[in-house]
């Protein structure tokens, strides 16, 4: 029984160690980050967790270092699971859209439920430079038709 509880106290120890020597080095466990997934040419990320200061300049970070390491072409952001989409977040999401812009990607973000998208209209929010897609899927047609040169300039765009 002591040994089990040495163990514990061994194993909280080592932990608390390992928390301290990421922390000296700026470093976030990776439960504390939101997940950047490549797909083909494209960089694909869901925020699931609510975004605090401390994670959104994280998640700014990631994606830069990602995105600059991938040489990604796309940059696809799943906001379904956000269940509300205040100024911060909006803010957060279009320096995401204008840093990677600056790298040479193109940012889609999908995933808008109808509620947002009403409050988002209704408070005069605009993503200038930012394409929107219904769903995952609509929005890398809409990386893969860029990358393919059909939407030129202005990719994403309704063309009847």
């Known amino acids: ?3 089990g509880s040495v163990l ?4 909280e120890h080592a932990e608390e160690t390992k928390r301290t020597r990421m922390a000296e080095r700026g470093e976030r466990p990776a439960s504390e980050r939101i997940p950047i997934l490549q ?3 494209f960089l694909l990320t869901s925020i699931q967790v609510p975004l605090h200061d401390r994670l959104a300049l994280q ?5 830069l270092q990602t995105i600059e390491r991938t040489r990604a072409k796309g940059l696809l952001i799943d906001i379904t699971a956000i269940d509300v989409v205040d100024s911060f977040i909006t803010r957060i999401l279009v320096e995401i859209a204008k840093m990677a812009s600056l790298m040479g990607v193109k940012t889609v973000i999908v995933g808008l439920r109808p509620e947002i998208s009403i409050t ?3 408070f005069g929010v605009e993503f200038n430079g930012i394409k929107t897609a219904l769903n995952l899927e609509k ?5 893969r038709a860029w990358k393919k ?7 994403g765009e309704n063309r009847d």
């Open 59 to 63: 998640f700014q970070q990631d994606l």
């Open 39 to 41: 797909i083909e040419d």
């Open 139 to 143: 929005g890398l047609e809409m990386l």
């Open 149 to 155: 040169g059909d939407y030129g300039e202005n990719y």
């Open 120 to 122: 988002l209209v209704e």
């Open 8 to 11: 514990t106290a061994g194993s």
């Open 1 to 3: 029984m002591k040994s």
